[in-house]
T-cell receptor, first 117, second 116 residues
Framework: NAGVMQNPRHLVRRRGQEARLRCSPM?????VYWYRQLPEEGLKFMVY????????ESGMPKERFSAEFPKEGPSILRIQQVVRGDSAAYFC???????????????FGEGSWLTVV | AQTVTQSQPEMSVQEAETVTLSCTYD???????LFWYKQPPSRQMILVIR??????QNATENRFSVNFQKAAKSFSLKISDSQLGDAAMYFC?????????????FGKGITLSVRP
């Protein structure tokens, strides 16, 4: 859904560098999710954030990965000291609320492709 | 924890024919959402159809419909009058009702090819 904006669409980093992926949720959405898709695999949940809060980071690797969703500005997924295994598509998604509401659907951005060389 | 299983890695259908994609899930919850997402070669995730578990009526969106069997924990997608543009990966997904656990859990996906 074009309403969730991710940038950059493509990012190339050398091993050891840092990667920063940005996500602006749909207007009126206060919940953001990050997913990772490795080649030929499904989407794996990484982290769920609300404004200024991390709600669920059970899918985040313990080291090098961090995420934030500040009061102002986009959500950021940060990968420090990237390795070749970090090469993947990273999808951001947003929803208006986290629980049950009418039309409660998660909408995805177009993804950011990280290549580590 | 919830799990979603798509056991068929690939399927093929003749253009204009009907195809059914299978999905099963495991949960201890009684209320939840189920989704099918389509991922074409562009890799964008596109919502195809949504089903609320408390609704007995199967969801329908134009050529797409589901067969939701709550007791069997089965949620299959039927595509009628298949078109070339339907060729894509299809992911089944589960979402809890509870706010703190409302992430989507995906199956591994199935690659659908459409033969002209």
């Amino acid at each position: 859904n074009a309403g969730v904006m991710q940038n950059p669409r493509h990012l190339v980093r050398r091993r050891g560098q840092e990667a920063r992926l940005r996500c602006s949720p749909m207007k009126g959405h206060s919940h953001v999710y990050w997913y990772r898709q490795l080649p030929e695999e499904g989407l794996k949940f990484m982290v769920y954030l609300q404004k200024e809060n991390i709600i669920d980071e059970s899918g985040m690797p313990k080291e090098r990965f961090s995420a934030e969703f500040p009061k102002e500005g986009p959500s950021i997924l940060r990968i420090q000291q990237v390795v070749r295994g970090d090469s993947a598509a990273y999808f951001c998604a947003s929803s208006p609320v986290g629980g049950l509401t009418t039309g409660n659907t998660i909408y995805f951005g177009e993804g950011s492709w990280l290549t580590v060389v | 924890a919830q799990t979603v299983t798509q056991s068929q890695p690939e399927m093929s259908v003749q253009e204009a024919e009907t195809v059914t994609l299978s999905c099963t899930y495991d949960t201890s919850e009684s209320d939840y959402y189920l989704f099918w997402y389509k991922q074409p070669p562009s890799r964008q995730m596109i919502l195809v159809i949504r089903q609320e578990a408390y609704k007995q009526q199967n969801a329908t969106e134009n050529r797409f419909s589901v067969n939701f069997q709550k007791a069997a924990k089965s949620f299959s997608l039927k595509i009628s009058d298949s078109q070339l543009g339907d060729a894509a990966m299809y992911f089944c997904a589960y979402r809890s009702y509870t706010g703190a656990n409302s992430k989507l859990t995906f199956g591994k996906g199935i690659t659908l090819s459409v033969r002209p």
